[in-house]
């Protein structure tokens, strides 16, 4: 048996997938909120450059990846498929697991997919600077490295709770020479009024995105780049289930079930969508996506219109959300304490092409220390969410012969504090946050 | 130009090369401290199992790869050989830089290559328990994983500056099950009698192997088990270079120098020992050992017999050393702060087939960070020292067209705090530690 399936650099796909055009019933527009109408990329123009908007709307299902792109993506892509054999032994199942490792990129997660091809477009557009929001710090050192590398400044607004928990994220990103502040932050309006409500707010993604997009808004030379939710996010990461694909077909597999943690959508998406039209196709092949039961987005939110930020300064998206103002529980999982979740991964909910499963944290930090015993790899709390589903599904029917595919979206390395956490004992499972979320929702914007 | 020269598991070694009977004049036999006569592999039983002590004292150039240890490595290795294009091209030069990266292990760097040959063999041996010490935690992470591969327990000394400045890797080490302690600890009498003089005691590689030594001897079921300096280990390690060497061969390059950073040695002659015959055959080829100012063995120690720990409990070895009790300044770079050297290197120092340099400290993080923005991958403080030699030697002439190999032994995530102090400039350059050096040389035993 091959451990790991590898690419050469001349195997790497030189399109990513445009999954848009393919989902049933198709994408609602997003809205401008003052007006309730479709949004232009003209409005958008004023912090997203012109090469994403296009991107963003695009009905071409391949769109070409720039040479400029490809240059950086040689550093790490393609990254290996590998054969979770180890844990498979471990757990004593007939069940065929693979991960594809995208720990290998150099911030440790796939985030930098869509980072290098941000900044390209940006850098494109005679941009200077970037200004980003980050959760668990996997998007903003993503997006520190490959501003760098196209000569542009960037300022990450980390979510307080992970600039806490994760004190070398910020060491990360400053190696590659960013700026990073703690969101709420005294460095944006909207961060000083959440401050003066409660100085010691853990923050969300949702501020965060809040200061982001003004601190865009409010320069000229400044745009705003999103690490996930968006359709250009999740067309960049469609790099991976393509990969995964080709490594697949050459290990003579197919599998039967995709499993990626769901935050924003675009882990899952990437790995997923590449699939969708075997599926359409009649395949047999199930997609899960798997988030927190504190912040239960798919299994317990509501498709609706909905700010991507708490601020209600974006567009209104249509998307599975718990309301832009529900504050979840601060759970290690950074990444996945998101409101809302990618239009494409709810419009594919919807169509009951994916599955959606929530799960508890404490059980996930389990899977991942079983995972580290026996693939060596310490995967980071958000890809434990993957795991410990692909753990629940091969064990279901021990006997059963099939194949899972999951995402190793990052590695946990720069997450230890939370292993720690989780070893001592001092880590809770949150129940669904009800009131909360009831709360919120009662919060959605009324359009139409 | 293809970025990373991969090789399939098929091509991976399934011989490790033991350099010993290729260098001239051979080595000086490891000697018994009471009678100063060589000592048999009967005495070293107690502490390390004959698999080890065979291949120790092998006269064979070529010893086969166990099964059940490739099977583990294939978890990593074959590791990438890529190409430093990025940084080449920041530093102008015509010269090619080629790395090999060994942080794609689970722990992080090469020691997993010695580790799970060291747990394979002492499981075999019937051992139930292993100790040992660890500087900057790479080897007792390394020994941690691969002793939970094996079904061993494992008791890590760690270096107490270390144990301090890197709480992460106490985490990595416990998510494989290890049980850690600070060195010195109050676990050993040695440990205790040191703790009794000095309670602040930064500890050191030294103090740390006495404790471990101490432990393994005390206890029927447990052996002792040395990350470098042995001769056991370099073997192991010979597998880097033989895959550069392929791995070169397909780039259709050959390297003019080869640079690693030394400690005890092991990741440098992994490298490099694989290149000797070469050399020896009149291939104009160097080898360039980088060790740090601060603790400069081979720059400024002496060649002579020397116990390898500061209890004196270790047999004596014929090697560059600063004398056992020698006490280095508390530099980052743990996996340096070493007192000797392993034999092997020595002896080709002697004879002057490798070329030993020694670098401070802040330049070495400047070359760190430089690589980092360039090439993405954060080294590990130690490794820096390998990069700031490849640096100088590729910027001595720009124009020169030539082709060095380095080893990048490690990845530095869990080594963020050293950078985060080099980005605060709290890091001081030590000078050659005259007086201390000059005390501790004072007091090499008598051999002879």
């Known amino acids: 048996m091959q451990k790991k399936i590898l ?70 892509r393609p990254s290996p498929l590998i054969r979770a054999d180890k844990l498979e032994e471990a757990l004593g199942t007939k069940t065929k697991i693979y991960y594809k490792y995208e720990g290998v990129s150099p911030s440790g997660s796939h985030k930098t997919n869509s980072a290098v091809a941000q900044a390209y477009y940006n850098k494109k557009a005679g941009i200077k600077r970037i200004a980003t929001e ?18 542009l400044e960037c300022k990450v607004y980390m979510v307080r709770v992970s600039f806490d928990q994760k004190p070398y994220r910020k060491v990360m990103m400053n190696t590659y020479g960013a700026e990073i502040v703690a969101s709420p932050s005294p460095d944006t309006p909207f961060g000083r009024s959440v401050l003066e409500k409660n100085p010691d707010s853990p923050g969300s993604l949702g501020i965060a995105i809040s200061e982001a997009v003004f601190d865009a808004a409010s320069r000229e030379d400044t745009n705003y780049a999103l690490g996930s939710v968006l359709n250009h996010v999740i067309l960049h990461q469609s790099i991976i289930g393509l990969e995964a694909k080709k490594q697949l077909e050459k290990a003579g597999d197919y599998p039967d079930i995709i499993i990626g943690c769901c935050g924003g959508g675009s ?10 039209r075997d599926k359409l196709d009649g395949k047999n092949i ?47 999982a950074g990444g996945l304490r998101y409101h809302g979740m990618s239009p494409i991964v709810s419009a594919m909910v919807r169509e009951k092409i994916i599955e959606p499963m929530s799960v508890h944290q404490i059980e996930c930090f389990e899977a991942g220390r079983l995972f580290a015993q026996t693939e060596g790899i310490i995967p980071a709390p958000e890809t434990c969410h993957a795991i410990r ?33 989780f070893y001592a004992g001092s880590l809770h499972n949150y129940d669904y946050p009800e009131e909360a979320i009831n709360a919120a929702m009662a919060n959605l914007p009324k359009v139409g």
């Not at 990329?41 to 709307?57: N, R, V």
């Not at 998406?269 to 590449?274: C, E, M, N, V």
């Not at 599975?320 to 601060?330: E, I, V």
């Not at 190793?408 to 720690?420: A, F, Q, R």
């Open 7 to 76: 690419l050469t650099e001349s195997e790497m796909p030189r399109q990513w997938y445009n999954v848009c055009p393919d989902i049933p019933n198709g994408l609602q527009p997003p809205l401008d909120p003052g007006t309730n109408q479709p949004i232009g990329p003209d409005k958008l123009s004023a912090i997203f450059p012109m090469g994403l908007l296009e991107q963003e709307m695009s009905p071409e299902s391949w769109i070409d990846i720039p040479e400029e792109v490809l240059e950086i993506y040689k550093i790490w």
């Open 134 to 151: 980050t959760g668990a710090g996997q998007w903003g050192s993503a997006l520190s490295f490959a501003a760098h590398k196209f000569g």
């Open 267 to 276: 882990n899952f998406a990437g790995i997923a969508t590449p699939f969708l």
């Open 286 to 332: 199930r997609l899960i996506g798997v988030e927190p039961a504190s912040c239960p987005t798919l299994t317990k939110g509501k498709l609706a219109y909905d700010f991507g930020d708490v601020a209600q300064t974006t567009p209104l998206l249509y998307m599975y959300t718990l309301g832009h103002d529900f504050m979840p529980p601060g759970i290690h």
């Open 389 to 421: 589903a692909t753990i629940m599904e091969a064990t279901k029917d021990l006997n059963k012969p099939q194949t899972i595919l999951f995402n190793l979206s990052g590695h946990g390395l720069l997450d230890l504090s939370s292993y720690e956490q």
